[in-house]
């Protein structure tokens, strides 16, 4: 069955450290998004890509960073410089008009 | 930018009750999407709507494009404990080819 794949389901960091966050789907789908949740706000977008090699800023970039080598695959690195990154982080795909398919998430932890 | 205003933020139900939430923008939109998150998972879509006074339902869920294309509502009928999540809408002309969420109405529902 086609769907998206995030991994690992938990994670976390320690102060300083970079963390990749894994997002890997077989839908075959050209456009692929990170969004943050923090409780009570919403879904707030981090970067996106339309094509592979290419990716654009969402609204919160700051501290963070992509990369989009294969179709299948838009990891996301949360830098050092980030410093306040304990949320849940969806991944989502989309093609054409319709709405997103979303992974089952990343909850990521400072300790 | 754009935003979505949604409510009630949190709602508190008896089983078998009938739930009723909203979402309403200063924009025009063509694309109203309703999804439902469960706790620790990513959002799955429950509803899209695409024309302004559309109507649509999916078993005991009925979603409606508002007539002057500036809101939509999503309706929950005979509630029962597995409807417990996080509802969202989401309209779907970013700037950035992106949707726009709204915060979410947050759904307890009491055996």
């Known amino acids: 069955d086609g769907g998206i794949t995030q991994s690992p389901k938990y994670l976390f960091r320690k102060e300083g450290q970079n963390v990749t966050l894994s997002c890997e789907q077989n839908l075959n789908h050209d456009a692929m998004y990170w969004y943050r949740q923090d409780p009570g706000q919403g879904l707030r977008l981090i970067y996106y890509s339309q094509i592979v090699n290419d990716f654009q800023k969402g609204d919160i970039a700051e501290g963070y960073s992509v990369s989009r080598e294969k179709k299948e695959s838009f990891p996301l690195t949360v830098t050092s410089a980030q410093k306040n990154p304990t949320a849940f982080y969806l991944c989502a795909s989309r093609t054409g008009f319709r709405g997103y398919t979303f992974g089952s998430g990343t909850r990521l932890t400072v300790v | 930018g754009q935003q979505l205003n949604q409510s009630p933020q949190s709602m508190f139900i008896q089983e078998g009750e009938d739930v009723s939430m909203n979402c309403t923008s200063s924009?025009?939109?063509?694309?109203w999407l309703w999804y439902k998150q469960d706790p620790g998972e990513g959002p799955v879509l429950l509803i899209a709507l695409y024309k302004a006074g559309e109507l649509t339902s999916n078993g005991r869920l009925t979603a409606q494009f508002g007539i002057t294309r500036k809101d939509s509502f999503l309706n929950i009928s005979a509630s029962i404990p597995s409807d417990v999540g996080i509802y969202f809408c989401a309209e779907g002309e970013g700037s950035q080819g992106n949707l726009i969420f709204g915060k979410g109405t947050k759904l307890s529902v009491k055996p």
């Open positions: 924009s025009i939109f063509n694309t």
